[in-house]
């Protein structure tokens, strides 16, 4: 079954550091993957994704995510880390099969960014 | 502004008594979907819809029902909500009709739902 997995309930940087969450991901075919973030009291946005083509994915607000086709990895990066970027980090694949009409989300990662 | 709205936005019940959020989209997005949010589980799936009248059930699906009615509404009904239905839910929607594959989604701010 199609699944992520998020090891890192919490990652805490500090501001101007490089951050990285990590996401792994397992499916039989060719993976959809997404990233999400939740800011307080709001619902997710959407940041960026990688459906195919060049490995680095760019997406909002600085961010960017490697696809690692050998490690099963989408893992999400910012060279410079901001206050303001913390928030709780949602990975995500899309289903297979008779699933496709659905997003796999993982249990997330918090992200502390301290001043 | 392109939006999903969800209301309430926090809500407080007992045991048995029907509720109803609502979600609202006006993007024109064929497909939306209902999720919970609770602690180290993430996010699962209740239901979904691909258009109007055309639905079918997530991965938690037990004690919730949904219509799709008209495009842009897609409630959620709990016809007698228990403790266990304690949770933050999300309304999304997206563009493509048929699946999620390369559209992103669009969420409502959520809501907190304690059912006593």
Not at chain 1, 35 to 54: A, E, H, M, S
Not at chain 2, 26 to 54: A, K, T
Not at chain 2, 55 to 73: A, F, H, L, M, W
Request: aromatic share 12%; proline share 5%; with cysteine.
């Amino acid at each position: 079954a199609q699944s992520v997995a998020q090891p890192e309930d919490q990652v805490n940087v500090a501001e101007g550091n490089p951050l990285t969450v990590k996401c792994t991901y397992s499916v039989s075919g060719n993976p959809y993957l997404f990233w999400y973030v939740q800011y307080p009291n709001r619902g997710l946005q959407f940041l960026l994704k990688y459906i195919t083509g060049d490995n680095l994915v760019k997406g909002s607000y600085g961010f960017e995510a490697e696809f690692n086709k050998s490690q099963t990895s989408f893992h999400l990066k910012k060279p410079s880390a901001l206050v303001s970027d913390s928030a709780l980090y949602f990975c995500a694949v899309r289903g297979e099969g008779r699933n496709t009409d659905k997003l796999i989300f993982g249990t997330g990662t918090r992200l502390q960014v301290f001043p | 502004e392109a939006q999903v709205t969800q209301n309430p936005r926090y809500l407080i019940t007992v045991t048995g008594k029907k509720l109803t959020v609502t979600c609202s989209q006006n993007m024109n997005h064929e497909y939306m979907s209902w999720y919970r949010q609770d602690p180290g589980l993430g996010l699962r799936q209740i239901y979904y819809s691909m258009n109007v009248e055309v639905t079918d059930k997530g991965d938690v699906p037990e004690g919730y029902k949904v219509s799709r009615k008209e495009k842009r509404n897609f409630p959620l009904i709990l016809e007698s909500p228990s403790p266990n239905q304690t949770s933050l839910y999300f309304c999304a929607s997206s563009l493509m009709g048929r699946g999620v594959g390369g559209e992103k989604l669009f969420f409502g701010s959520g809501t907190q739902l304690s059912v006593l």
